[in-house]
């Protein structure tokens, strides 16, 4: 099991990456806003007519939005891993039920999976493609 020194790190470092996430998706979420707010200004002086622009800039928006989703799941993991913390469930796998070692949780403290059940998940996820 993991010692509850190394468990007070690694809730410290999923607190600090959860700060950052919220941060990220802020500032991706104003950045969009503020574009859309350009649209319906209906002022086009700050665009080219070429379409290749045209493109570019509704990729960017799309590609941020996607970001920001990804984030988004990203924060989802980590509160779920807080709560579990918490209620003293955490570092255990979900399927089948075994500790996580403290190695992977070292590199991916929000881990849900132990390293064997992951592979298995992954194995599977690629037969189905
Ligand atoms: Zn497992």
Redo the contacts with the bound molecule.
């Keep these: 099991m993991i010692e509850k020194e190394e468990l007070q790190k690694l809730k410290a470092q999923l607190e600090s990456d959860r700060t950052k996430i919220a941060e990220g998706i802020n500032h991706l979420e104003r950045d969009n806003l503020n574009k859309s707010q350009r649209d319906a200004s209906g002022d086009l002086s700050g665009y080219s007519f070429h379409m290749a622009d045209m493109a570019t800039d509704n990729f960017d928006r799309e590609f941020s939005l996607d970001l920001a989703s990804n984030e988004q799941v990203l924060l989802n993991r980590i509160d779920e891993a807080l709560r579990k913390i918490q209620e003293g469930t955490y570092g255990v796998?979900?399927?089948?039920?075994?500790p996580?070692s403290s190695k992977r949780l070292k590199a991916v403290p929000y881990a849900k999976?132990?390293i064997?059940?992951?592979e298995e998940e992954e194995k599977n996820a690629r037969r189905g493609e």
Excluded: A, D
Excluded at 93 to 98: A, I, L, Q, R, S
């Design positions: 796998c979900e399927n089948c039920t075994k996580i999976l132990c064997k059940c992951k």
